[in-house]
Protein backbone atom coordinates (compact mmCIF):
# COMPACT_ATOMS: atom_id res chain seq x y z
CA UNK A 1 0.00 0.00 0.00
CA UNK A 2 1.71 3.06 -1.16
CA UNK A 3 0.79 5.33 2.44
CA UNK A 4 2.69 2.47 3.54
CA UNK A 5 5.99 2.80 1.68
CA UNK A 6 5.86 6.47 2.21
CA UNK A 7 8.25 6.87 5.00
CA UNK A 8 10.25 4.52 3.62
CA UNK A 9 9.89 6.63 0.26
CA UNK A 10 13.28 8.60 -0.64
CA UNK A 11 13.23 9.07 -4.39
CA UNK A 12 9.54 10.50 -4.22
CA UNK A 13 7.75 7.47 -6.35
CA UNK A 14 5.16 7.08 -4.17
CA UNK A 15 4.18 10.70 -2.78
CA UNK A 16 4.46 11.05 -6.75
CA UNK A 17 1.56 8.22 -7.55
CA UNK A 18 -0.26 9.42 -4.50
CA UNK A 19 -0.43 13.05 -5.61
CA UNK A 20 -1.37 11.89 -9.57
CA UNK A 21 -4.28 9.80 -7.53
CA UNK A 22 -6.10 12.54 -5.76
CA UNK A 23 -4.35 16.16 -5.69
CA UNK A 24 -7.20 16.94 -9.00
CA UNK A 25 -10.00 16.15 -6.79
CA UNK A 26 -8.82 17.29 -4.10
CA UNK A 27 -7.61 21.04 -5.47
CA UNK A 28 -11.60 20.78 -6.82
CA UNK A 29 -12.79 20.42 -3.52
CA UNK A 30 -10.79 22.94 -2.31
CA UNK A 31 -10.91 25.32 -4.73
CA UNK A 32 -15.42 25.19 -5.00
CA UNK A 33 -14.90 25.70 -0.93
CA UNK A 34 -12.17 28.73 -0.78
CA UNK A 35 -13.18 29.96 -4.81
CA UNK A 36 -9.41 30.90 -5.23
CA UNK A 37 -7.53 29.03 -6.96
CA UNK A 38 -4.38 30.32 -5.42
CA UNK A 39 -5.47 29.33 -1.80
CA UNK A 40 -6.83 26.05 -3.08
CA UNK A 41 -2.95 25.02 -4.55
CA UNK A 42 -1.87 25.86 -1.11
CA UNK A 43 -4.15 23.16 0.70
CA UNK A 44 -3.37 20.70 -1.68
CA UNK A 45 0.35 21.16 -1.02
CA UNK A 46 -0.28 21.39 2.62
CA UNK A 47 -2.44 17.98 2.54
CA UNK A 48 0.82 16.23 0.96
CA UNK A 49 3.16 18.26 3.38
CA UNK A 50 0.73 16.48 6.55
CA UNK A 51 0.28 12.87 4.35
CA UNK A 52 4.13 12.56 4.15
CA UNK A 53 4.74 13.82 7.92
CA UNK A 54 2.32 11.80 9.46
CA UNK A 55 1.96 8.90 6.72
CA UNK A 56 3.34 6.49 9.93
CA UNK A 57 0.45 7.17 12.22
CA UNK A 58 -2.04 5.84 9.43
CA UNK A 59 -4.86 3.55 10.36
CA UNK A 60 -5.90 1.62 6.94
CA UNK A 61 -8.81 0.28 9.39
CA UNK A 62 -9.74 3.51 10.40
CA UNK A 63 -10.36 5.69 7.12
CA UNK A 64 -9.33 5.29 3.71
CA UNK A 65 -6.67 7.14 1.92
CA UNK A 66 -9.48 9.46 0.34
CA UNK A 67 -11.19 9.52 3.83
CA UNK A 68 -8.19 10.60 5.39
CA UNK A 69 -6.44 12.98 2.80
CA UNK A 70 -10.17 15.11 2.54
CA UNK A 71 -10.28 15.01 6.44
CA UNK A 72 -7.04 17.43 6.03
CA UNK A 73 -8.42 19.25 3.21
CA UNK A 74 -11.50 19.98 5.32
CA UNK A 75 -9.46 20.98 8.30
CA UNK A 76 -7.11 23.42 6.30
CA UNK A 77 -10.28 25.21 4.39
CA UNK A 78 -12.04 25.42 8.13
CA UNK A 79 -8.92 27.53 9.00
CA UNK A 80 -8.53 29.33 6.08
CA UNK A 81 -12.33 30.37 6.81
CA UNK A 82 -11.73 31.15 10.17
CA UNK A 83 -8.67 33.40 9.17
CA UNK A 84 -10.93 34.81 6.83
CA UNK A 85 -13.72 35.88 9.06
CA UNK A 86 -11.41 37.40 11.52
CA UNK A 87 -10.06 40.31 9.15
CA UNK A 88 -12.71 42.94 8.28
CA UNK A 89 -15.18 42.10 5.32
CA UNK A 90 -15.75 44.26 2.99
CA UNK A 91 -19.07 44.98 2.19
CA UNK A 92 -19.62 43.34 -1.06
CA UNK A 93 -18.20 40.46 0.94
CA UNK A 94 -20.33 37.18 0.71
CA UNK A 95 -18.87 33.98 3.46
CA UNK A 96 -19.54 31.64 5.65
CA UNK A 97 -19.36 32.73 9.12
CA UNK A 98 -20.96 30.43 11.63
CA UNK A 99 -19.30 27.05 11.77
CA UNK A 100 -21.83 24.97 11.66
CA UNK A 101 -22.55 26.90 7.94
CA UNK A 102 -19.00 25.99 7.35
CA UNK A 103 -19.25 22.04 8.24
CA UNK A 104 -22.34 21.97 6.27
CA UNK A 105 -21.23 23.78 3.12
CA UNK A 106 -17.97 21.45 3.38
CA UNK A 107 -19.90 18.15 3.61
CA UNK A 108 -21.65 19.19 0.71
CA UNK A 109 -18.76 19.99 -1.53
CA UNK A 110 -16.53 16.71 -0.06
CA UNK A 111 -19.38 14.63 -1.23
CA UNK A 112 -19.71 16.99 -5.07
CA UNK A 113 -15.96 16.45 -5.86
CA UNK A 114 -16.00 12.83 -4.49
CA UNK A 115 -18.57 12.12 -6.97
CA UNK A 116 -17.53 14.00 -9.92
CA UNK A 117 -14.20 12.04 -9.17
CA UNK A 118 -15.70 8.73 -9.68
CA UNK A 119 -17.69 10.33 -12.88
CA UNK A 120 -14.25 10.54 -14.16
CA UNK A 121 -13.17 7.51 -13.91
CA UNK A 122 -16.34 6.43 -15.94
CA UNK A 123 -15.47 5.55 -19.87
CA UNK A 124 -16.34 8.92 -21.98
CA UNK A 125 -19.69 6.52 -23.31
CA UNK A 126 -20.82 6.07 -19.83
CA UNK A 127 -20.41 9.50 -18.23
CA UNK A 128 -21.99 10.67 -21.47
CA UNK A 129 -25.39 8.65 -20.98
CA UNK A 130 -25.74 9.92 -17.54
CA UNK A 131 -25.42 13.36 -18.28
CA UNK A 132 -27.51 13.22 -20.69
CA UNK A 133 -30.16 10.98 -18.73
CA UNK A 134 -29.30 12.57 -14.86
CA UNK A 135 -28.36 16.24 -15.85
CA UNK A 136 -29.59 16.57 -18.94
CA UNK A 137 -33.29 14.69 -18.32
CA UNK A 138 -33.58 13.35 -21.17
CA UNK A 139 -35.02 9.96 -21.72
CA UNK A 140 -33.70 7.36 -23.59
CA UNK A 141 -35.45 7.51 -26.95
CA UNK A 142 -34.51 11.17 -26.66
CA UNK A 143 -30.65 10.58 -26.15
CA UNK A 144 -31.43 7.71 -28.81
CA UNK A 145 -32.43 10.56 -31.12
CA UNK A 146 -30.46 12.94 -30.54
CA UNK A 147 -27.31 10.83 -30.43
CA UNK A 148 -28.07 8.54 -33.28
CA UNK A 149 -27.40 5.51 -31.18
CA UNK A 150 -29.96 2.96 -31.32
CA UNK A 151 -32.54 3.06 -28.43
CA UNK A 152 -31.46 -0.57 -27.02
CA UNK A 153 -28.00 0.25 -27.40
CA UNK A 154 -28.68 3.34 -25.11
CA UNK A 155 -30.19 1.62 -22.14
CA UNK A 156 -27.96 -0.81 -21.96
CA UNK A 157 -25.05 1.59 -21.69
CA UNK A 158 -27.42 3.00 -19.35
CA UNK A 159 -27.46 0.36 -17.11
CA UNK A 160 -23.98 -0.67 -17.49
CA UNK A 161 -22.90 2.67 -16.73
CA UNK A 162 -24.62 2.83 -13.47
CA UNK A 163 -23.48 -0.37 -12.62
CA UNK A 164 -19.93 0.70 -13.09
CA UNK A 165 -20.42 3.68 -10.78
CA UNK A 166 -21.84 1.77 -8.12
CA UNK A 167 -18.22 -0.66 -8.13
CA UNK A 168 -16.37 2.96 -8.10
CA UNK A 169 -18.21 4.39 -5.37
CA UNK A 170 -18.30 1.23 -3.39
CA UNK A 171 -14.05 1.17 -4.17
CA UNK A 172 -14.10 4.89 -3.00
CA UNK A 173 -16.04 3.69 0.25
CA UNK A 174 -19.05 6.11 -0.63
CA UNK A 175 -22.88 5.00 0.39
CA UNK A 176 -25.92 6.74 -0.70
CA UNK B 1 -26.11 -9.42 -10.12
CA UNK B 2 -27.39 -7.52 -12.82
CA UNK B 3 -30.82 -7.77 -12.91
CA UNK B 4 -32.40 -10.36 -15.13
CA UNK B 5 -31.38 -11.23 -19.02
CA UNK B 6 -35.26 -9.59 -20.42
CA UNK B 7 -35.44 -6.88 -18.23
CA UNK B 8 -32.16 -6.23 -17.00
CA UNK B 9 -31.21 -3.23 -19.54
CA UNK B 10 -34.07 -1.03 -18.11
CA UNK B 11 -33.02 -0.82 -14.75
CA UNK B 12 -30.62 1.94 -15.09
CA UNK B 13 -33.22 4.13 -17.04
CA UNK B 14 -35.62 3.45 -14.50
CA UNK B 15 -33.36 4.34 -11.76
CA UNK B 16 -32.76 7.57 -13.87
CA UNK B 17 -36.04 8.05 -14.20
CA UNK B 18 -35.72 7.60 -18.41
CA UNK B 19 -37.91 5.67 -19.57
CA UNK B 20 -41.27 6.20 -21.62
CA UNK B 21 -44.65 5.89 -19.21
CA UNK B 22 -45.56 2.48 -20.53
CA UNK B 23 -42.26 1.11 -19.91
CA UNK B 24 -42.02 2.75 -16.63
CA UNK B 25 -45.52 0.66 -15.66
CA UNK B 26 -43.89 -2.05 -17.52
CA UNK B 27 -40.83 -2.44 -15.20
CA UNK B 28 -42.89 -1.72 -11.62
CA UNK B 29 -45.13 -4.60 -12.56
CA UNK B 30 -41.70 -6.79 -13.85
CA UNK B 31 -39.78 -5.38 -10.34
CA UNK B 32 -43.21 -6.88 -7.88
CA UNK B 33 -42.19 -10.06 -9.44
CA UNK B 34 -38.58 -10.43 -10.26
CA UNK B 35 -36.01 -10.93 -6.93
CA UNK B 36 -33.06 -10.51 -9.02
CA UNK B 37 -34.11 -7.32 -10.40
CA UNK B 38 -35.55 -6.12 -7.33
CA UNK B 39 -32.36 -6.55 -5.65
CA UNK B 40 -30.50 -5.01 -8.76
CA UNK B 41 -32.75 -1.80 -8.18
CA UNK B 42 -31.65 -1.47 -4.71
CA UNK B 43 -28.17 -1.52 -5.22
CA UNK B 44 -28.53 1.32 -7.61
CA UNK B 45 -31.43 3.14 -6.24
CA UNK B 46 -29.04 5.48 -4.23
CA UNK B 47 -27.12 7.13 -7.34
CA UNK B 48 -29.00 9.58 -8.70
CA UNK B 49 -28.86 11.43 -4.55
CA UNK B 50 -25.36 10.89 -5.62
CA UNK B 51 -25.28 12.69 -8.46
CA UNK B 52 -27.24 15.10 -7.34
CA UNK B 53 -24.53 16.42 -5.41
CA UNK B 54 -22.15 16.67 -8.57
CA UNK B 55 -22.86 19.08 -11.38
CA UNK B 56 -22.87 18.45 -14.90
CA UNK B 57 -20.44 20.87 -16.08
CA UNK B 58 -18.23 19.60 -12.63
CA UNK B 59 -15.04 18.21 -14.24
CA UNK B 60 -11.20 17.32 -12.30
CA UNK B 61 -9.62 20.39 -13.22
CA UNK B 62 -6.13 20.22 -14.83
CA UNK B 63 -4.11 21.03 -12.20
CA UNK B 64 0.00 23.44 -12.53
CA UNK B 65 3.14 21.12 -13.50
CA UNK B 66 4.33 23.99 -10.88
CA UNK B 67 2.17 22.29 -8.25
CA UNK B 68 3.11 19.51 -8.32
CA UNK B 69 6.99 20.29 -8.69
CA UNK B 70 6.46 22.44 -5.65
CA UNK B 71 5.19 19.59 -3.59
CA UNK B 72 7.85 17.11 -4.74
CA UNK B 73 10.18 19.63 -4.10
CA UNK B 74 9.11 20.21 -0.63
CA UNK B 75 9.05 16.05 0.08
CA UNK B 76 12.81 15.97 -0.98
CA UNK B 77 13.78 18.82 0.76
CA UNK B 78 12.07 17.92 4.23
CA UNK B 79 13.26 14.06 3.25
CA UNK B 80 16.81 14.87 2.83
CA UNK B 81 17.14 17.48 6.04
CA UNK B 82 15.46 14.28 8.20
CA UNK B 83 17.70 11.98 6.86
CA UNK B 84 21.23 14.81 7.77
CA UNK B 85 18.94 15.67 11.60
CA UNK B 86 22.01 13.40 14.38
CA UNK B 87 20.24 11.37 16.70
CA UNK B 88 21.69 9.37 19.21
CA UNK B 89 22.87 6.65 17.03
CA UNK B 90 24.96 7.95 14.61
CA UNK B 91 28.13 7.45 16.78
CA UNK B 92 27.37 3.91 16.11
CA UNK B 93 25.74 4.82 13.00
CA UNK B 94 29.03 6.13 10.76
CA UNK B 95 31.22 3.22 11.56
CA UNK B 96 28.28 0.47 10.29
CA UNK B 97 27.73 2.94 7.55
CA UNK B 98 31.13 3.54 6.33
CA UNK B 99 31.91 -0.39 6.75
CA UNK B 100 28.21 -0.92 4.40
CA UNK B 101 29.54 1.53 1.84
CA UNK B 102 32.56 -0.62 0.95
CA UNK B 103 30.01 -3.47 0.78
CA UNK B 104 27.73 -1.97 -1.21
CA UNK B 105 30.29 -0.42 -3.84
CA UNK B 106 31.89 -3.89 -4.07
CA UNK B 107 28.59 -5.57 -4.90
CA UNK B 108 27.10 -2.94 -6.88
CA UNK B 109 30.75 -2.83 -9.28
CA UNK B 110 29.80 -6.79 -9.51
CA UNK B 111 25.88 -6.60 -10.42
CA UNK B 112 24.78 -3.23 -12.04
CA UNK B 113 24.48 -2.26 -15.26
CA UNK B 114 27.36 0.07 -17.03
CA UNK B 115 30.14 -1.89 -15.76
CA UNK B 116 29.14 -0.25 -11.93
CA UNK B 117 27.37 2.69 -13.46
CA UNK B 118 24.26 3.49 -11.02
CA UNK B 119 21.23 2.99 -12.97
CA UNK B 120 19.52 6.24 -12.98
CA UNK B 121 16.27 5.21 -14.04
CA UNK B 122 13.76 1.72 -14.24
CA UNK B 123 10.96 0.52 -16.15
CA UNK B 124 8.63 -2.01 -15.60
CA UNK B 125 7.62 -3.76 -19.07
CA UNK B 126 4.16 -4.38 -19.75
CA UNK B 127 2.42 -6.50 -22.68
CA UNK B 128 -0.04 -4.41 -25.07
CA UNK B 129 -2.74 -6.77 -23.43
CA UNK B 130 -1.38 -5.12 -19.56
CA UNK B 131 0.61 -8.20 -18.37
CA UNK B 132 4.19 -7.30 -17.02
CA UNK B 133 6.69 -8.95 -19.46
CA UNK B 134 9.70 -8.01 -17.69
CA UNK B 135 11.86 -5.06 -16.49
CA UNK B 136 14.61 -2.29 -17.75
CA UNK B 137 16.99 -0.60 -15.58
CA UNK B 138 19.14 2.50 -17.44
CA UNK B 139 22.64 3.42 -16.46
CA UNK B 140 24.57 6.19 -17.50
CA UNK B 141 27.92 5.30 -20.11
CA UNK B 142 29.99 7.40 -21.97
CA UNK B 143 28.77 6.16 -25.20
CA UNK B 144 25.02 7.11 -23.97
CA UNK B 145 22.73 5.05 -21.72
CA UNK B 146 22.96 0.95 -20.96
CA UNK B 147 20.27 -0.45 -20.45
CA UNK B 148 19.88 -3.74 -18.61
CA UNK B 149 16.93 -6.18 -19.56
CA UNK B 150 15.17 -8.59 -18.28
CA UNK B 151 12.06 -10.25 -19.55
CA UNK B 152 10.03 -13.82 -19.30
CA UNK B 153 6.72 -14.94 -21.33
CA UNK B 154 7.85 -14.07 -24.69
CA UNK B 155 6.57 -14.89 -27.20
CA UNK B 156 9.11 -17.31 -29.31
CA UNK B 157 6.73 -18.88 -31.93
CA UNK B 158 7.87 -16.20 -35.05
CA UNK B 159 11.60 -15.75 -34.55
CA UNK B 160 12.37 -15.17 -30.85
CA UNK B 161 14.86 -11.71 -31.94
CA UNK B 162 13.65 -8.45 -30.29
CA UNK B 163 14.81 -5.06 -30.58
CA UNK B 164 14.82 -2.42 -27.79
CA UNK B 165 13.91 1.14 -28.66
CA UNK B 166 14.26 4.02 -26.47
CA UNK B 167 11.58 6.88 -27.35
CA UNK B 168 12.40 10.49 -26.68
CA UNK B 169 10.57 13.11 -25.68
CA UNK B 170 10.40 14.47 -28.76
CA UNK B 171 8.83 11.75 -30.19
CA UNK B 172 11.81 10.02 -32.06
CA UNK B 173 12.30 6.29 -31.19
CA UNK B 174 16.45 5.40 -31.00
CA UNK B 175 17.17 1.90 -31.48
CA UNK B 176 19.50 0.53 -28.54
CA UNK B 177 20.41 -3.15 -30.59
CA UNK B 178 18.48 -6.54 -30.44
CA UNK B 179 18.92 -9.27 -28.57
CA UNK B 180 17.34 -12.99 -28.84
CA UNK B 181 14.71 -14.60 -26.51
CA UNK B 182 15.70 -17.98 -24.91
CA UNK B 183 13.41 -21.24 -25.92
CA UNK B 184 11.53 -20.78 -22.46
CA UNK B 185 10.74 -17.28 -23.40
CA UNK B 186 12.73 -15.30 -21.03
CA UNK B 187 15.91 -13.29 -21.71
CA UNK B 188 18.21 -10.81 -20.47
CA UNK B 189 20.69 -8.24 -22.28
CA UNK B 190 22.61 -5.45 -22.15
CA UNK B 191 22.08 -3.03 -24.44
CA UNK B 192 23.60 0.24 -25.25
CA UNK B 193 21.49 3.18 -26.76
CA UNK B 194 22.81 7.11 -27.67
CA UNK B 195 20.49 8.64 -25.83
CA UNK B 196 21.45 10.50 -22.38
CA UNK B 197 19.23 10.39 -18.97
CA UNK B 198 16.85 13.05 -19.37
CA UNK B 199 16.27 12.36 -23.24
CA UNK B 200 13.88 9.47 -23.40
CA UNK B 201 11.16 8.42 -20.77
CA UNK B 202 9.78 5.32 -22.41
CA UNK B 203 11.07 1.81 -23.36
CA UNK B 204 9.67 -0.31 -25.91
CA UNK B 205 10.42 -3.92 -27.24
CA UNK B 206 9.10 -4.73 -30.61
CA UNK B 207 9.63 -7.40 -32.81
CA UNK B 208 12.87 -7.33 -35.16
CA UNK B 209 12.83 -4.67 -37.64
CA UNK B 210 12.01 -5.84 -41.72
CA UNK B 211 12.94 -3.74 -44.26
CA UNK B 212 13.13 -0.86 -42.44
CA UNK B 213 9.85 -1.59 -41.19
CA UNK B 214 9.76 -1.52 -36.85
CA UNK B 215 8.48 -4.89 -35.78
CA UNK B 216 5.70 -5.17 -33.78
CA UNK B 217 5.41 -3.88 -30.23
CA UNK B 218 5.62 -6.71 -27.55
CA UNK B 219 6.11 -4.46 -24.36
CA UNK B 220 6.85 -1.41 -22.96
CA UNK B 221 7.46 0.69 -19.86
CA UNK B 222 7.73 4.31 -18.77
CA UNK B 223 10.82 5.18 -17.34
CA UNK B 224 10.77 6.04 -13.30
CA UNK B 225 14.27 8.39 -13.01
Not at chain 2, 90 to 97: E, L, Y
Request: contains cysteine.
Amino acid sequence: MLVERLPRDRSGDELRELYRRYAGELFGFATSALGDREQAEEVVQDVFAQLWRHAGDYDQSRASVRTWLYAIARNRIVDAHRRAAARPKRADEDSLDSAAEIDAALDQAVLRWQITAALARLSPAHREVIRLAHYGGLTMREIAERTGIPLGTVKSRTSYALRSLRLILDEMEIEP
Amino acid sequence: MTGCREYGDLIGPYILGALEPDEVEEMSRHLAECDRCALERRRLAGLPALLDYAQADDTIAPLSPQLEDAVLDQFVKERARADQSPGRWRRFAIPAAAAAVVILAVVLALVLPGGGQRAYARAELWSTSGKVLGNASAAKVDSGTRVQLRAHDLPVGRGAVYELWCVRKDGRWINGGSFQARADGTAAAVLTAAVRPGDYHVVVVTRRSVGGERGAEVMRGKLKY
